[in-house]
């Protein structure tokens, strides 16, 4: 029989779930609805409700508070890796000269660039191609004998670990399209040079179309090294959840 017991410990998992799986970055879960993405943590937390022992017998605001705040930390990597391929596809957008060509997305009002979306399909994929979801739902699972239900401490928060994960992924994300961003870099070194020995030559329109080609060109060589580096963001939030 379904009792308060099992309602409480199915509200607090379902707390701790909740950032991980409705704003998870997948575009998987981007564009389904929110009701749609409630009823996965409710489903997930109905399940796992069987392999938690229940301790709380009354909900207060620091059980729902803590619970919260632990789902947002384990959220908070994963959201970096994709922001962080997010930012650098952006920025070899700009680069390369396409970013004109940016589509307005309404679920988050603002413009996405062709690369940048080509990155996080990209990683999404792979996360699924991986199992790395089913190393998360494994992970979580593990997280509650370490740290069972309602005994999180805000003070157990290293600060200092997130922003050093946060940065580790920017720049393991700009390294991994190091390649590309270079060869552009050097492909406008060259009209820059021939801009001031040519200053009547419209350089602009004559550099865009070869930068353009030059960037995709770059890209598709560097796509087998862009695969096989982009799990490795998911190492530290997975580690984070791991512990």
Same mark, same amino acid.
């Given at each position: ?7 409480t410990?199915?509200?607090?998992? $379902?707390?701790?779930?909740?950032? #991980?799986?409705?704003v998870?970055?997948?575009? #998987? ?12 943590v ?6 796992? *409700? ?7 017998s ?5 059980l729902?508070v $803590? ?11 994963f ?16 680069? %390369?000269? /396409?970013?004109?060509a940016?589509?307005f997305d309404? *679920? *988050? ?6 690369? *940048? ?5 990209i ?48 720049i393991?994300?700009? /390294? ?18 021939? $801009? ?6 419209? %350089?602009?329109?004559?550099a ?22 982009v799990?490795?963001l998911?190492?530290?939030?997975l ?5």
């Amino acid at each position: 029989m379904f009792g308060f017991l099992e309602f409480t410990t199915v509200l607090l998992l $379902s707390l701790r779930l909740l950032p #991980i799986f409705v704003v998870m970055p997948l575009t #998987i879960f981007t564009r389904a609805p929110i009701f749609f993405r409630l009823i996965i943590v409710l489903v997930i937390s109905v399940i796992l *409700s069987g392999l938690v022992p229940i301790e709380h017998s009354v909900i207060t605001i620091s059980l729902i508070v $803590s619970e919260f705040l632990l789902g947002t930390v384990l959220a908070f990597g994963f959201h970096t890796a994709f922001a962080s391929l997010d930012l650098v596809g952006k920025l070899l957008d700009l680069q %390369i000269g /396409i970013n004109t060509a940016g589509v307005f997305d309404p *679920s *988050s009002s603002h413009l996405n660039g062709v690369i *940048s979306d080509l990155l996080i399909a990209i990683a999404g994929v792979l996360f699924f191609i991986l199992n790395l979801h089913y190393t998360l739902l494994s992970g979580l699972v593990a997280l509650f004998r370490v740290v069972p239900l309602g005994s999180f401490n805000f003070q157990l928060l290293n600060i200092k670990k997130l922003v050093s994960l946060m940065g580790e992924q920017f720049i393991f994300a700009f /390294i991994i399209l190091l390649p590309v961003i270079l060869g552009v870099w050097l492909v406008d070194i060259a009209f820059a040079i021939m $801009s001031r020995s040519m200053p009547q030559a419209n %350089i602009y329109f004559l550099a865009l179309p070869v930068k353009f080609i030059a960037g995709l060109v770059l890209l598709m060589l560097a796509m087998p090294m862009i695969v096989q580096n982009v799990p490795r963001l998911f190492d530290e939030p997975l580690k984070l959840i791991l512990f």
